[in-house]
């Protein structure tokens, strides 16, 4: 089980800082954890401290950042670092674009730099199209588009490839997975997945979208996974509706 976080498993707020995980939610995942032996992992645009931060589960499997600090099972971690000198520029031309919109917000994430207009979304194409334009400026980083947020990020990783990783390591090995995600971000995940012939499912109603299921939002996607701990312990079957409105069976 590969899961996403902001708009997955919690709704988005305008400060990501300010996103907390309530108990219930807590509870739900340290037993679907426990449940699945382990082989359930948070897979996110956040740092792998932060998850820590909003779930307290230092001992699961993570991916943050994209993929470019990971987490495994056991305990072992490997991330891919920026030079300082790098993430300084990044720092200086991330700050003055953002200066230049009214109501955008930029976040540090050490390894990258996040560009947040969800107080100003009417500014989401403007900064889009002048954040293209200063790509070519910042050799080595690469633009990736989200809800309402835009980050610039070392090129050659993705949600994709971290979960891919992580399904090549135990406990995930040799086992169906399925991920569930809502953003662009996800789609590469999504592919991924597929591949790997899992389930993808997506949350929200966002298209195009590579998942094969569906779930409305936050509150049904803690509505199935409750159903999925269900069927963990109790052996009842649980369900995703496919993208279109038509239930389906998961098997």
């Known amino acids: 089980m590969f899961l996403d976080v902001d708009g997955t498993l919690l709704d988005f707020v305008d400060d990501p800082l300010a ?13 679907l954890h426990q449940a699945l032996d382990g082989a359930m992992a948070l897979v996110s645009g956040r740092a792998v401290a932060d998850l820590d931060r909003i779930f307290g589960a ?9 993929g470019l600090q990971l987490r495994r099972a056991d305990g072992s971690v490997r991330e891919i670092a920026t030079p300082p000198a790098r993430q300084a520029q990044l720092c200086r031309a991330a700050q003055a674009l953002a200066a230049g919109f009214e109501g955008v917000t930029w976040e540090d994430k050490h390894n990258g730099i996040a560009l947040h207009c969800r107080r100003a979304p009417a500014q989401f194409a403007p900064l889009q199209a002048a954040a293209i334009d200063l790509l070519p400026q910042l050799p080595g980083y690469e633009l990736q588009p989200g809800n309402l947020v835009l980050e610039f990020k070392p090129a050659g990783m993705d949600k994709g490839k971290a979960l891919l990783e992580l399904l090549d390591s135990d406990p995930f090995r040799g086992r169906r997975p399925i991920y569930l995600g809502d953003d662009l971000t996800d789609e590469h995940a999504f592919a991924s997945i597929n591949q790997c012939h899992g389930l993808s499912v997506r949350v929200g109603d966002r298209e195009p979208t590579r998942a094969r299921f569906t779930l409305p939002g936050p509150a049904a996607t803690q509505a199935w996974l409750d159903r999925v701990l269900d069927a963990l312990m109790q052996g009842t079957p649980t369900h995703a509706r496919i993208p279109g409105g038509h239930d389906a069976r998961q098997p």
Do not use: C, F, N
């Not at 230092?58 to 994209?66: E, I, M, N, T």
């Open 19 to 31: 996103v907390h995980a309530d108990a219930s939610l807590r509870e739900l995942l340290h037993a």
């Open 58 to 66: 230092s001992h699961w499997a993570a991916a943050g950042l994209h």
